[in-house]
């Protein structure tokens, strides 16, 4: 985790990582806006700006004018002053599932972010009390559905700009409650949102960054975990520990992939115990992992910089330079550099779903598993007739391959013309994070099945006399050993969902601590 845990994150000053919106999401850990002369600045000089332009009656879109296609409609003077809470209000039709109370932490904490540029013209009222939601854990109830990525994430943080005036509800002390209620509670104030200050709170990438925020920590430790249970694999199945050779990797020198090589080199002790499968070659689940690892691994780096990027920028419309006393009306909602990314990465993630399930469907399986028992039961004698061990596991793992592998259709190829032709042309960004996410919970599933397999067949060797604990490395026992004080051996059928969940909550909190290069 990022070296600021148990540390204020300060907004306003210097740019944000990915690991600082995930601990703002994860801890209850105070937050505060920066106290440099500069952040200060940026803030008052956009707010006075407005006022001088309101003052003499300037043109502004979203200020004195109505919103997308409406920009044609001039808003009379004496209604400026409603047109925020018009456009929270019509907006306030989000469907589907809601946002966990965890991500609706990393959605305030990004917009937050976006808006501590000081290039959205907004005030210290709408400031402080974005930071009040987030040290009360007072936050807004949003809803999934509903955003095309452009003119940002509109619907949804409608629900943001709707909680601020009182309106909207919220998680609150364990309960899902009005805003104004909990509010009350807190001694806090709903505010009046000032003119551009609706959309500066919803004209943005804020759902999707932070979703991604989340998608990237998972899929870094995804790769990591689907290293070590190629290992595992690969010593439950008495693989050929050839395949992850320094040299061989040396030739095609994928940094991402060596790495994951390596990995796996290091945890079967190849240099102390070199191991050679009864076929020359093992199948390519095995034999290749660190090649279909790797594409994940080497894609991180670049995905870390668009996700970074996106997460540090102003990128409401229009962008208010108070300093320079420029308005300038563009693009910056538009969500396409993460539609990229998250289309990205859960091609990769999923690929790691088809991984372990290419794993487990050669562990169960007599033909292939090099002397394991039928679907590694632990059963012996007459009983091993009835007892069925990882059989119905390895057919979910293909269920949920199947639904990872159908959900890497790029959604931003999906653009709708909407808004009255206005929004012509949208990134389906919060679309494509949240199908990440989803191949995600899918792919952590069938890593969770394999992992349980995997540990499974290697206590089966074990027992028999067919692996040496002393030629296991100690980081190797280490994670055999805990997942054993978990996972009791499968020797007489029972039902494993139960086991199943735990591991994969296990694999969300990222339990293990694998590998020290990063």
């Known amino acids: 985790m990022s070296p ?31 106290e440099a002369e ?119 943080l409608s629900y943001i700009a709707g909680t601020l005036i009182g309106e909207r509800d919220t998680y609150y002390k364990g309960e899902v409650v009005v805003a104004a209620k909990a509010f009350e509670q807190e001694g806090l104030s709903p505010i009046k949102l000032r003119p551009k200050e609706g959309l500066a709170i919803m004209n943005g990438t804020a759902v999707m960054t932070a979703l991604a925020c989340t998608a990237y920590k998972r899929a870094e430790y995804a790769s990591k975990l689907m290293a070590r249970i190629t290992a595992l694999s690969s010593l439950a199945l008495k693989g050929n520990s050839n395949h992850f050779d320094d040299i061989l990797f040396s030739v095609k020198p994928h940094p991402g992939q060596n790495r994951i090589a390596k990995w796996i080199q290091s945890d079967l002790n190849h240099h102390e115990h070199p191991r050679h499968s009864h076929r020359l070659q093992d199948r390519y689940s095995i034999r290749c992992a660190p090649h279909v690892i790797g594409v994940l691994a080497d894609s991180l780096p670049w995905l870390r910089s668009m996700i970074e990027n996106e997460l540090n920028s102003a990128n409401d419309n229009p962008i208010i330079d108070g300093i320079g006393e420029h308005i300038l009306h563009g693009g910056h909602f538009y969500g396409g550099h993460i539609a990229m990314a998250m289309d990205s990465m859960k091609n990769c993630v999923a690929n790691l779903a088809d991984l372990a399930d290419r794993q487990i469907a050669t562990l169960v399986d007599i033909k292939m598993n090099n002397g394991l028992p039928p679907n590694l039961t632990a059963s012996t004698g007459e009983r091993r007739h009835i007892n069925h061990g990882f059989k119905a596991i390895q057919i979910g793992c293909s269920a949920w391959t199947a639904e990872a592998l159908k959900l890497t259709m790029p959604a931003s190829v999906f653009s709708r013309s909407t808004e009255c032709h206005n ?5 389906m960004g919060t679309i494509a994070a949240r199908d990440c996410l989803r191949i995600l919970q899918l792919t952590e599933q069938v890593l969770a099945a394999t992992l349980l397999a995997a540990v499974q067949g290697i206590r089966i060797r074990l027992i028999n006399n067919e692996i040496s604990q002393d030629s296991l490395t100690d980081d190797v026992q280490v994670m055999i050993n805990d997942v054993s004080s978990f996972f009791e051996l499968l020797e007489e059928d029972r039902p494993t969902d139960t086991i199943l969940r735990q591991t994969i909550e296990y694999i969300q909190q990222e339990r293990w601590t694998l590998y020290e290069e990063c």
Request: glycine letters at 10%; charged letters at 25%; aromatic letters at 8%.
């Open 38 to 156: 500069d952040f200060k600045l940026r803030i008052d000089s956009g707010v006075k700006f407005l006022d001088k332009i309101l003052r003499e009656e300037g043109h502004i879109y979203g200020v004195t004018t109505g919103y997308g296609d409406s920009v044609t409609f001039e808003v009379p003077t004496e209604l400026i002053d409603e047109l925020p809470m018009h456009l929270t209000r019509f907006h306030g039709c989000g469907l589907g599932d809601f946002f966990t109370p965890e991500q609706s932490r990393a959605i305030l904490a990004t917009r937050l972010t976006s808006l501590t540029r000081g290039y959205s013209g907004v005030s210290w009222n709408l400031l402080d009390l974005l930071v009040e939601l987030l040290n009360r854990n007072i936050l807004p109830v949003i809803p999934q559905e509903g955003s095309v990525g452009a003119s940002g994430d509109l619907t949804p």
């Open 4 to 34: 600021l845990k148990n540390k204020k994150v300060l907004f306003g000053e210097g740019n944000l990582t990915i690991e600082d919106i995930v601990n703002v999401s994860k801890s209850n850990d105070p937050i505060a806006l920066s």
């Open 423 to 427: 929004q012509d042309k949208v990134s």
